[in-house]
T-cell receptor, first 116, second 116 residues
Framework: EPEVTQTPSHQVTQMGQEVILRCVPISNHLYFYWYRQILGQKVEFLVSFYNNEISEKSEIFDDQFSVERPDGSNFTLKIRSTKLEDSAMYFC??????????????FGPGTRLTVL | AQKITQTQPGMFVQEKEAVTLDCTYDTSDPSYGLFWYKQPSSGEMIFLIYQGSYDQQNATEGRYSLNFQKARKSANLVISASQLGDSAMYFCAMREGGDNFNKFYFGSGTKLNVKP
């Protein structure tokens, strides 16, 4: 069964450093998303991406964040200068272009980012 | 106002018993979708069940069913015949609007513990 994959599973970085979180969405999906989950809290939307541009972004997704689809398979989230409060689990998700109202989002296993 | 409210931070259930996890939602959009995801301790998000706002019947998927009460804006998840493997966090999520690629709003989750 096709699945969303994410690398690395765990990333430890120093405050102020840049990190790039990588995702490979399901191959025929067209919509891509990043969510984050601070430990013990709810999952929060960061950004959605379609047709090589951002569709929507949340207030969390400030100038320190960027997304890119550098090739036909990868979807990346870059945090330019990490802060302690960026420590969280980051989930990538993808969905198909579907006429069904159902159209679930398929989530990757997450990358746990720890900022020291 | 919170889009999704899950009022039970933690629940216990005896193995083989049924359990109901509560979820209420807030939207003025007539078109929306409601989703439940399971998050085991390993962290991945597993899709369980979907209910569309125009669906006349309550959704069912194996041991999972969704008790959809539109007037009350509730979408409770019922797990029948609980198994030890059901122990996990459970998140209710909503997608607003007729576009089936819109972002998800998540609740804060309910941690379910199934006792042998």
């Amino acid at each position: 069964e096709p699945e969303v994959t994410q690398t690395p599973s765990h990333q430890v970085t120093q405050m102020g450093q840049e990190v790039i979180l990588r995702c490979v969405p399901i191959s025929n999906h067209l919509y891509f998303y990043w969510y984050r989950q601070i430990l013990g809290q709810k999952v929060e939307f960061l950004v959605s991406f379609y047709n090589n541009e951002i569709s929507e972004k949340s207030e969390i997704f400030d100038d320190q964040f960027s997304v890119e689809r550098p090739d036909g398979s990868n979807f990346t989230l870059k945090i330019r200068s990490t802060k302690l409060e960026d420590s969280a689990m980051y989930f990538c998700a993808s969905s198909a272009l579907s006429g069904d109202s159902y159209n679930e989002q398929f989530f990757g296993p997450g990358t746990r980012l720890t900022v020291l | 106002a919170q889009k999704i409210t899950q009022t039970q931070p933690g629940m216990f259930v005896q193995e083989k018993e049924a359990v109901t996890l509560d979820c209420t939602y807030d939207t003025s959009d007539p078109s929306y979708g409601l989703f439940w995801y399971k998050q085991p301790s390993s962290g991945e998000m597993i899709f369980l069940i979907y209910q569309g706002s125009y669906d006349q019947q309550n959704a069912t998927e194996g041991r999972y069913s969704l008790n959809f009460q539109k007037a009350r804006k509730s979408a409770n998840l019922v797990i029948s015949a609980s198994q030890l493997g059901d122990s996990a966090m459970y998140f209710c999520a909503m997608r607003e609007g007729g576009d089936n690629f819109n972002k998800f709003y998540f609740g804060s989750g309910t941690k379910l513990n199934v006792k042998p």
